[in-house]
């Protein structure tokens, strides 16, 4: 379950398809990502450059001012200690 950040959960298919595109963040050092609260399924990302370019930064940021992402896969890669992570935004 993912949560609002007015606290509200999002039920998958409880309301109508995500209208954004699925987008992929990876090679995300394992120090950048920090479980928020396990219970919830709330963690916390950071990302910068050079896991995005300031560009890419810059339209996260612009999605995330009226919406949220919602993380559809983690993907965790121990030997490089690093993250793949899909995301849609609702």
Not at 58 to 69: C, D, E, M, P
Request: net charge positive; aromatic share 6%; glycine share 6%.
């Amino acid at each position: 379950m993912a949560y609002r950040s007015n606290k509200s959960p999002i039920i998958r298919g409880e309301r109508d398809r995500p209208t954004g595109k699925l987008v992929t963040w990876s090679g995300i050092p394992i120090n950048n990502f920090t479980v928020k609260n396990s219970t919830q399924g709330q963690a916390v990302v950071k990302l910068k450059p050079p896991v995005v370019s300031p560009a890419q930064l810059r339209g996260i940021q612009s999605v995330a001012k009226n919406r949220q992402y919602v993380v559809d896969e983690i993907q965790f890669n121990s030997p490089q200690r690093t993250i793949t992570i899909l995301a849609t935004p609702y």
